[in-house]
């Protein structure tokens, strides 16, 4: 199993940065799929960036491609989303995810574990 907790959500001007952290646990972590989620009110949760395993390239979604950045320390079990660029559309609530499938376009799908959500606004 897997447990994630989301940190580094908040209040940022249009085209600033913001950076999330994910703490992992759980002894399969270097094995699953990590990736993040964003739901924006009214909208189904989206997949928005994810590290695969095996070597399989990073996937992100076509809107925040370029802007947004997933890395990871294997050593601390820790999971980062560098967000650059933000725009008003990238208000939402993001969930750190593990065990996620890679969809299409490399877009993270279906995840076993979430976390609790951090909470990313950007007023327009």
């Known amino acids: 199993q897997a447990q994630l907790v989301e940190s580094g959500g908040g209040s940022v001007q249009a085209g600033g940065s913001l950076t999330l952290s994910c703490q992992a646990s759980?002894?399969?972590?270097?094995?699953?799929?990590m990736g993040w989620f964003r739901q924006a009110p009214g909208k189904e949760r989206e997949g928005v960036a994810a590290?695969?395993?095996?070597?399989?390239?990073?996937g992100y979604a076509d809107s925040v491609r370029g802007r947004f950045t997933i890395s990871r320390d294997a050593a601390e079990k820790k999971l980062y989303l560098q967000m650059t660029s933000l725009k008003p559309e990238d208000t939402a609530m993001y969930y750190c995810?593990?065990?996620?499938?890679?969809?299409?376009?490399?877009?993270?799908?279906?995840?076993?574990?979430w976390g609790q959500g951090t909470q990313v606004t950007v007023p327009s």
């Open positions: 995810a593990a065990g996620c499938r890679r969809g299409y376009g490399g877009v993270p799908v279906r995840p076993d574990y």
């Open positions: 759980g002894s399969t972590y270097s094995t699953y799929c």
């Open positions: 590290l695969y395993p095996g070597g399989v390239s990073p």
